[in-house]
């Protein structure tokens, strides 16, 4: 093993301006992630983007032409001397606070980067380590874009279905196109099926808030996935919902947020749980058509923006005939399973992947031939 300082491994340069650039495919990014395409790149090669503002635990891999923004540093890596990978994962698990400058707006300078100590082993072992890192996070990737392309099939499925009408009728045609027969709506002011109902929000779904836990609470290494006002907030060593449940955020800037569990979860009273009233109707259609809504209408209160029960009254839900709604649960309910243990499978892969991290880093864990 051996130490050197960050200023050895690589150099570091500044990001700039952007907006005298075209649009092509060229990445951009800043400390909060990505932000648009342009058409010429920064740097083909593999490179460390280190957060100057912002989000400093916001420490990026690029392998491909990118551009970065003044709020990201990019690098030239000295690949003779590491592996790219090793050093962005040894990179990730350290903490900034201690360096970091800024307290309203968080900074790290280019001196404070080149002044982290950084120890290697032999380069054979960090790509050994780099490799199995790759290999964990290529499939939390590859899971991540399956998601999404489930996401949007589920999305287009219900567009099609319960907003253009298109349900196959008994004949399997799209029923609108086919000609079925709509009726116009007096609450909607627009025509429905024929046989469809629309009734206030709570009288098609039952509402409530959880017991609330602190953040005192939470359990860093807990069992179980806690649900709160911007999603997951942490973990838990009980769980307070044996189901995958729909909630809408119900306090804070995030308010009226739609958001779906994984099963076995804690959901607090920041968190308004929504669930059907009818057997046949699945926790899918209720989210999807949440997310259709304008959750702005229901928001009370200026220094502290809300949902409550109440405020919900506003919005009336359309209820499509049982044997539309039985038919589309069949078709919907293995989508959402799959991505659902997706999410589950990322979890426990970045678990392994985090435990591991610092033991490879250190050599308390060695790696064969």
Known sequence: MRKYKLRELLTIKNGCDYRHLSTGSVPVYGSGGFMCFVNQAVSNKPSILLPRKGTLNNIMFIDKPFWTVD??????????????YYLYNYLKVLKFDGIRTGST?????????????????DYNKQTRVANILKLLNNKIELNNKINQELEQMAKIIYDY??????????????????????????????????????????????????KTISDKELISDGKYFVYGANGIIGKYNLYNHQNSEI????????????????????????????????????????????????????????????????????????????????????IIQPIISYKLNAIKENENLADIRNFLLPLLMNGQVSIQD
């Open 247 to 330: 909630y809408i955020t119900c306090r804070g800037a995030s308010c009226g947020n739609i958001g779906r569990t994984l099963p076995n979860s804690w959901i607090t009273g920041n968190a308004m749980v929504v669930q059907p009233k009818m057997d046949y109707m699945c926790n899918e259609y209720i989210y999807q058509h949440l997310r259709y809504l304008n959750m702005q209408k229901a928001i009370s209160g200026s220094a502290q923006p809300q949902i409550t029960r109440t405020n919900l009254n506003v919005f009336n839900i359309i209820i499509p005939s049982k044997e539309i709604l039985t038919t589309y649960r069949e």
């Open 105 to 121: 707006l968080p900074s790290m300078t280019s001196s404070a980067y080149y002044d982290i100590p950084v120890i290697l082993p």
């Open 71 to 84: 709020t990201m540093y990019w690098s030239e890596i000295k690949e003779d001397i590491v592996e790219p």
């Open 161 to 210: 279905w319960f907003v253009q009408f298109d349900f196959p009728d008994e004949k399997g045609r799209p029923y609108k196109s086919a000609n079925g027969k709509m009726v116009y709506n007096e609450v909607l002011k627009r025509e429905i099926p024929d046989g469809w109902e629309v009734k206030k929000l709570t009288d098609v779904f039952n509402t409530y808030q959880p």
